[in-house]
């Protein structure tokens, strides 16, 4: 019995949050607090059972692991097929982590639609992991497809004023990038099927294929690169986020900045670079340049910001410019940090947003001129949200200095070395803005009276909030713990087109297509060809 739960835990992963979410159906509406104790216990039991893909990961390994594969449409070659590297190993628990943390936080604060509201983040869950599992492309795309839904109704139904609008926004800017990878996506089967007259939806077969030419490469990649961008966001394709953050409801903003804007990078690391590694490596110093400006544009922006939410969901560009920093780069080092760093971002800005709703949900006001001086009314918040402002910055010793370190330390050592200047300033920007926040926020004389007398976190929230925080600490004190689950998989990902790495550098197709079939050019192993350590 514990083998056949072992073989199919991935599986269990996937569908356990939707299994609970139609049994939910049968709460009656008005027992809206028993649906939420549910979902919570729901949440609770697949973050119970995510633990063994921590426990018994093979950390000396960069394949996949807890592999599990079935046909599901044979006539096209689309097969159920998944599988976890480290790199969505940390995803998938960071996503059972959070699901429980929102939940428990709308316990107090969510009374509309409650049952419904549980629903839609029971579904949410089930089309995160499935994203981050899926191994065949036609899987990958359905539950890419599935997650947008839920995090749309939770926007649209449970967020501010302008929710449809921002709603729509999100929706409209999602589907457009992935209807073009859609269309990417049924090229490389077709493709497939013409080169060995079957057809195939798994990423290790597509990633074999060789195109006609580097221009049809370079099309098929921006269409995957476009779909994943949007998700970042990347710099211009950021507008959704501000909006989508404002509007929704407190536990979406921690789902949608601790998990969802991570999904971009992962599809590139996963999808983008294997399957197209001469147009990804192209177009490497334009994703770093992306980076960049949305380093520093973040961090400004996020300076004038008035309203605390916007504030940190401003922040979010810019500390996600740092991870497509990284991501350009393409060292060893810089990759490892920018895998962290997702990580940590969804730790420190989840708790941000948590903390920013405790807030909220007490003044009914996010207008940073509102508040000041209530570090003495709520201490115990206060402290909560420093030590999560400390993580946001990069403060030594807890979980985001170790990311942020990573990156520059891999980007300096890389050949763009001005990335990482740019990106230092950004830290120290980052370290300005959240500073200022936390001064006038907490510590700059009280505005409103009723402050005096602003109520300190509920238990559920703490315990939310504390989870957290403690996260935080831990990744500070013991990166390698996580550190020796990324840079396997890091180092495969790496394998995969370090070989192509001098078709960067030419304007020759038939030297890449040489390479592709491991043919290298004269004088370069294919094993080293531009590999760099």
């Known amino acids: 019995m514990a083998s056949l739960f072992e073989s199919h835990l991935l599986t269990v992963l996937v569908f356990l949050p939707s299994a609970a979410a139609a049994l939910l159906l049968l709460f009656p509406e008005r027992r809206s607090r028993e649906a939420k104790i549910f979902a919570i216990g729901a949440s609770i039991v697949e973050l119970a059972l995510a633990l063994p893909l921590w426990s018994r990961f093979d950390t000396s390994s960069g394949a996949f692991q807890f592999v599990e594969r079935t046909s599901w449409i044979p006539a096209l070659g689309i097969s159920y097929t998944l599988g976890i590297d480290g790199i969505s190993l940390l995803l998938i628990l960071l996503t059972v982590v959070l699901t429980p943390v929102s939940l428990l936080f ?31 492309l036609a899987l990958f795309y359905v539950f890419w497809e599935v997650m947008l839904v839920p995090m749309y109704f939770i926007i649209g ?46 990423l290790a077969d597509l990633a074999t294929l060789t195109y006609p030419s580097m221009a049809v490469q370079t099309v098929l990649f921006l269409a995957f690169a476009l779909a994943f961008a949007i998700k970042v966001p990347v710099f211009p394709l950021h507008t959704w986020l501000p909006d989508a953050h404002t509007e929704a409801p407190t536990a979406g903003s921690i789902m949608l900045a601790g998990v969802l804007l991570k999904l971009g ?7 983008a670079l294997p399957l197209f590694p001469d147009a990804a490596l192209r177009f490497a110093p334009w994703v770093g340049v992306l980076g960049v400006v949305g380093v520093v544009y973040g ?138 926040l936390v001064q006038r926020v907490f510590w700059n004389p009280i ?25 935080m600490i831990w990744i500070g004190a013991r990166p390698n713990d996580v550190l020796d689950r990324i840079r396997p998989s890091v180092e495969e990902v790496r394998r995969s087109v370090a070989a192509h790495k001098v078709v960067a550098t030419s304007s020759r197709p038939s030297r890449a297509l040489r390479l592709r079939r491991g043919q290298a050019p004269r004088g370069i192993s294919p094993e080293g060809a531009g590999a760099r350590p």
């Open 157 to 202: 139904i449970w967020g501010g004023a302008r929710r449809i609008y921002a709603a729509m926004k999100f929706f409209l800017f999602t589907m457009a990038g992935s209807l073009l990878m859609f269309l990417a996506i049924l090229y490389l089967a077709v493709r497939h099927r013409a080169a060995t007259g079957q057809w195939s939806f798994l």
């Open 447 to 471: 505005t409103r009276e009723e402050n005096r007398r602003l109520p300190e976190i509920r238990a559920s929230e703490l315990v939310a909030a504390g989870t957290l925080i403690a996260l």
């Open 299 to 436: 961090a400004f922006v996020a300076y004038a910001q008035k309203d605390m939410k916007r504030l940190v969901a401003y922040s979010s560009v810019s500390h996600l410019g740092l991870v497509v920093i990284g991501i350009g780069a393409f060292t060893s080092t810089a990759l490892t940090g920018s895998v962290l760093q997702m990580i940590n971002h969804g730790l420190s800005t989840g708790a941000l947003f948590l903390l920013v709703g405790v807030l909220y949900e007490r003044t009914h006001t996010r207008e940073i001129a509102d508040y000041g001086g209530i570090a003495g009314v709520v201490p115990v918040t206060t402290g909560l949200f420093l030590v999560a402002t400390f993580s946001s910055i990069g403060l030594p010793g807890l979980n985001g200095f170790v990311g942020e370190f990573l990156i520059l330390l891999g980007t300096w050592t890389s050949d763009h070395r001005w990335w990482a200047v740019a990106a230092a300033t950004g830290v120290i920007l980052s370290a300005i803005y959240m500073l200022s």
């Open 106 to 136: 709308s316990l107090t604060h969510v009374e509309k639609s409650a049952r419904a509201f549980s629903i839609a983040f029971l579904v949410l869950e089930t089309g995160i992991n499935g994203t981050l599992a899926a191994l065949d």
């Open 265 to 271: 990078v992962y599809g590139y690391l996963r999808f």
